[in-house]
C-alpha cells in the first residue's frame, strides 16, 4: 500500500513539474510594416530584336539604365547608355567623339532615295559612332564653303557648297533642294521619322520644315533662335564661323551636335530629369496613358509592332519634350522599368517593351 502512495505521488510530482516548464505555443502575431529598404543600385536593357525573339546575350545594340536609389527609392544618382556591338567591341553611341576630313574639290550629288537606295557624293569623310543632330562646316583659303547638317527627320546629311562669291544674306527659307544649294548626299539611317521616296515632295522644303519635328533643329542648342526668315550668314556664324565684310574667313573644319547635342545630349537630360525623382512614383519615362501611344501597344505588352487606327509607332514629343529628351523614349523607357524591376518596385509583366 505503501509502495503504491509512494508511486503516486512520485507521478504527481512529475505532472506539476511538467506542466510548470510546458512553453506557451500559441502563435504570436508579429505587426507587418511598410517600411521596405530600396536603397541599393539596379540595372535595366532594352534591346535590338526582342520583339523578334533575339536573347539579351545575342543583341548588338542595347540600352542600359543603372539606377542608384536611396532607402526610400528616391533616385539619387541615373546613367542611361546606348550600346553599339562593332567590329568586336561594345562602343557607347552617344560618345560624340568624331573625326571629320573635307574635300572642297568634290561637288555634292543628291542620294538616289526609294527602294533602291544609293549614296549620294558627299564633300565629308565623317567617322563617328552616330550622326543623329551631327554638323559640321569648313572654309578653304580661297573662300568656299562647305556645310554639312543632318536633318533630323530624314536622317539625312544635307551639305552646301558655296563658293566664294555666294551672297550670304540669303534667306535660309530660300536654300532649298529646288534652288540646288541643299543636296542631300547620305542616308545616314534607314530609321528616320520621314521616309523619303523622291525628293521632288521635299524639293521646296527649307532646312527647318521637312516635317512638323524638323523644329528640333531650332529649338535648343547650337542653332536654337534661328529660322528660315535668318540667313545664312548667321547659320554659319552659329557654326563658329567668323566673318568680315559679309564673306567667311578661312577655318579648318569644326563640328558639333545640335538641338539637345546628339545621344549624349539626350541621355544627359534623361539623367537629369530622373535624379531627385522617387521611383515608386515615376515607374515609367513615357505616358501610356496617352491614347495615340497606349493603343499601339499589344497583348504582350510590346509598342509599335501591332499597330491599329489612331494609333503611333514613336513615343515622341520634341515640343515638350518626354522625360528631358527629343529623342523617340519608347526603348529608353524599356531600359529604366527593366531596372525598376531589379529594385523590386514593379513586375517584369508591368513592362512596355518599346519599338527598337
Not at 60 to 86: C, H, P, R, S, Y
Not at 205 to 225: M, P, T
Not at 233 to 259: A, I, N, R, W, Y
Not at 306 to 331: E, F, L
Amino acid at each position: 500500500m505503501l509502495r503504491k502512495m509512494s508511486l503516486l505521488l512520485l507521478l504527481f510530482l512529475l505532472i506539476f513539474s511538467l506542466s510548470g516548464c510546458t512553453k506557451d505555443v500559441t502563435p504570436v502575431e508579429v505587426e507587418e510594416t511598410d517600411d521596405v529598404d530600396y536603397s541599393g543600385t539596379y540595372i535595366g536593357y532594352s534591346w535590338k530584336g526582342e520583339s523578334k525573339g533575339v536573347p539579351l546575350e545575342e543583341a548588338t545594340q542595347k540600352i542600359q539604365t543603372i539606377l542608384k536609389l536611396d532607402n526610400e527609392g528616391t533616385i539619387v544618382e541615373a546613367n542611361m547608355l546606348f550600346w553599339k556591338f562593332i567590329d568586336g567591341h561594345w562602343i557607347p553611341r552617344q560618345s560624340g567623339k568624331a573625326t571629320v576630313s573635307v574635300d572642297f574639290s568634290v561637288e555634292p550629288v543628291g542620294a538616289m532615295v526609294g527602294e533602291d537606295y544609293k549614296k549620294g557624293t558627299s564633300m565629308f569623310d565623317v567617322c563617328t559612332v552616330d550622326l543623329m543632330s551631327f554638323f559640321a562646316v569648313a572654309v578653304d583659303e580661297e573662300g568656299t564653303a562647305a556645310v554639312l547638317v543632318v536633318e533630323p527627320t530624314t536622317r539625312y546629311q544635307l551639305e552646301m557648297k558655296l563658293k566664294p562669291e555666294y551672297d550670304y544674306s540669303t534667306l535660309i527659307g530660300d536654300v532649298t533642294i529646288d534652288s540646288g544649294q541643299l543636296v542631300p548626299t547620305v542616308r545616314t539611317s534607314g530609321s528616320g521619322l520621314v521616309k523619303v521616296k523622291d525628293w521632288s515632295e521635299l524639293g521646296d522644303k527649307d532646312l527647318f520644315s521637312y516635317d512638323y519635328y524638323s523644329h528640333v533643329l531650332i529649338a535648343n542648342g547650337v542653332f536654337k533662335g534661328l529660322n528660315k526668315k535668318s540667313t545664312m550668314q548667321e547659320l554659319l556664324e552659329k557654326m563658329g564661323v567668323d566673318f568680315l565684310d559679309s564673306k567667311p574667313m578661312p577655318t579648318s573644319e569644326m563640328h558639333g551636335f545640335s538641338s539637345n547635342g546628339g545621344w549624349a545630349g539626350n541621355y544627359n537630360a534623361i539623367e537629369e530629369y530622373l535624379v531627385g525623382k522617387n521611383a515608386l512614383e515615376v515607374t515609367s519615362l513615357v505616358d501610356w496613358s496617352k491614347e495615340s501611344w497606349s493603343k499601339a501597344v499589344n497583348e504582350d505588352n510590346f509598342f509599335g509592332i501591332d499597330v491599329v487606327s489612331g494609333a503611333t509607332k514613336t513615343a515622341q514629343d520634341s515640343v515638350d519634350t518626354i522625360s528631358g529628351a527629343t529623342v523617340r523614349m519608347s526603348r529608353e523607357s524599356t531600359s529604366f522599368q527593366r531596372a525598376l524591376v531589379e529594385a523590386g518596385i514593379i513586375e517584369e509583366a508591368d513592362v512596355i517593351k518599346g519599338r527598337f
